[in-house]
Structures are given as structure tokens and as C-alpha cells.
């Protein structure tokens, strides 16, 4: 499967593209007299790409953009792992994004009813029984999770619903995710990897063996939309796909493995 990889010399760097890259995808929806609809991942590398979002210069009609999550911990919206809470403080609180316009996954619940209620949330948000997300953010974790999708899940064979609950024993975590078949329904799938810490695993899933229920990561590929890697240098390293590291942002193709 092809896919976009664009390499940047640095975070600041990687969260400006990645800025400049949504809003063209949502300017380009809204223009087309369509809402935009986008799943935000959670983590920590999001966050600053969030704030940047939330600038007064950035511009969007945010009155156009739907807001959703690719999982969530289960915690209420304030508590500190909350990924709704992380998004809220870096963007939602600074912007005049309509409530009806923020639709969080429910982490206040029990795990169960969280993950019924978001897939039927998204079924009559979408009219449909799998969501059509314009975009998609995820993460990728050290061992190869993405949204709450990690190693050994049963999340990871759903193919009936939308949203899963999942219990996470290394983290002694319950979360909501997005499963496979509702991320691979999307329109734009992007991945946001930055950092050192990162370069080993995002080599075994772009570069390694087609392993999914190892590398769930490796799980993502959508059915019909785009599939694009933003990562900077240091994520890079260890990648034979090398870029010419004097320049600020270069853009690959790849060739992925699995279908
Ligand atoms: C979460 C995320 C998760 C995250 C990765 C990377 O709820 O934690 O959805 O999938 O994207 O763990 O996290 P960092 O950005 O913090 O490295």
C-alpha cells in the first residue's frame, strides 16, 4: 500500500506542516460547503499542534469542524490523563468551537457504555453504522500501539462496531479506541511521530515485517483514503528511507507493507 511520508528537520517544524496540512484538508471541505470532521489522537505529541491550531491567525470556521477522539482513557474530562482535557486546555478552551460541535468520548462511564454510546454517537452523527472521519491523528506508542490500540487486544480483530473498550494490563488502564475498520474508513489518516525515543519502532512498522497484531500500527490502512507519516528527523534516524537533512520539510513515498 502507498502512503505519503514527509520528514521534517525538526518538532516546530513537523507541527508547523502538520498546521498547514490540516488546514488545507479542512478549508478544502468547508469550501466545499461540507462540514469537516476530524478524530484527534491523544499522547503528548499532539498537544503543541493543538495549541498552534487555536492561534487567532490559523483561521478556520471552527463552526465547521466537528471535533471527535480515536480513544480515550477512562478517567472523567478533567482528570489529568484525560486526552479530552489535553485537547480542551491546548485548543477547545481558547477557541469558539460550537459544544455541539465537540463530541468527546464519554471516559466517565463504564468502559462498556462508553464504547456503546460513542458508536452510537458516531452512527447517527454519520448516519451511517461506520464513520466517515475527513481526518484521523494518531500517535504511535514505543511498542507499536496507536489510538488505544495495543499488542494482543482483542480490539484489534473488531470488525462489527465502531468503538471498543479495551483494558490495557501494563498500563492497568481501561480506554475507549476507535477500531481498525472505523480509522481504515477515513478519508485522511495521518500519523504524527516525533522524537529519538520513537525512531526504533516507527522503523519496525514503516520498514519491518508486516506483523499487525504485533505492530497495531501497522493495522492502519485505509480502505480508500490517504495514509501520510509527518515525523521529524530524530524519529527518522534510524530509517533506511533517509532525507536530505538540510532541508526543512521533504515528502517520500512509501510502499507499506500487508494490503
Ligand atoms: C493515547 C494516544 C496514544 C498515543 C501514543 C503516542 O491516548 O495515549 O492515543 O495512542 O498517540 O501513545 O503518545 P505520545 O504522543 O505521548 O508519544
Keep these: 500500500m502507498k502512503a505519503h511520508l514527509i520528514v521534517c528537520r525538526d518538532p516546530n517544524i513537523l507541527n508547523a506542516e502538520s498546521a498547514r496540512r490540516l488546514h488545507g484538508l479542512a478549508s478544502e471541505a468547508i469550501q466545499a460547503g461540507n462540514r469537516f470532521t476530524i478524530a484527534l489522537s491523544g499522547g503528548s505529541t499532539p498537544a503543541r499542534l493543538y495549541s498552534l491550531l487555536a492561534e487567532p491567525d490559523f483561521g478556520l470556521p471552527w463552526e465547521s469542524v466537528h471535533l471527535f477522539w480515536g480513544d480515550e482513557r ?7 490523563e484525560s486526552n479530552y482535557r489535553m485537547a480542551d486546555e491546548a485548543l477547545i478552551s481558547r477557541l469558539a468551537v460550537p459544544a455541539g460541535n465537540v463530541h468527546r468520548m464519554r471516559g466517565e462511564l463504564r468502559p462498556d457504555e462508553g464504547a456503546r454510546a460513542y458508536d ?3 452512527a447517527a452523527f454519520f448516519s451511517s453504522p461506520w464513520p466517515r472521519f475527513d481526518l484521523v491523528l494518531l500517535g504511535i506508542g514505543e511498542d507499536g500501539h496507536t489510538a488505544s490500540l495495543f499488542p494482543g487486544s482483542s480490539a ?7 468503538v471498543a473498550a479495551t483494558y490495557v494490563e501494563r498500563l492497568a488502564s481501561h480506554r475507549l479506541t476507535l477500531t481498525p475498520p472505523a480509522i481504515n474508513n477515513a478519508d485522511n489518516v495521518v500519523f504524527l511521530v516525533s522524537g529519538e525515543s520513537k ?5 519496525e512498522v514503516i520498514e519491518g515485517e508486516h506483523k499487525p497484531f504485533q505492530l497495531p500500527a501497522q493495522l492502519v490502512r485505509p480502505d480508500r483514503g ?5 515525523i521529524d528527523l530524530a524519529a527518522a534516524r534510524m530509517m533506511h ?3 536530505d537533512a538540510g532541508a ?3 515528502e517520500l513515498d ?3 507493507g500487508g494490503e
Design 241 to 243: 528511507t533517509r532525507s
Design 254 to 256: 512509501l510502499e507499506l
Design 199 to 203: 525512531a526504533a519502532i516507527l522503523r
Design 226 to 230: 490517504q495514509l501520510t507519516f509527518i
Design 120 to 122: 452510537e454517537l458516531l
Design 156 to 162: 484489534l480483530r473488531e470488525a462489527s462496531s465502531a
Design 74 to 80: 477512562c478517567v472523567p474530562p478533567d482528570h489529568a
Design 248 to 250: 526543512a520539510v521533504v
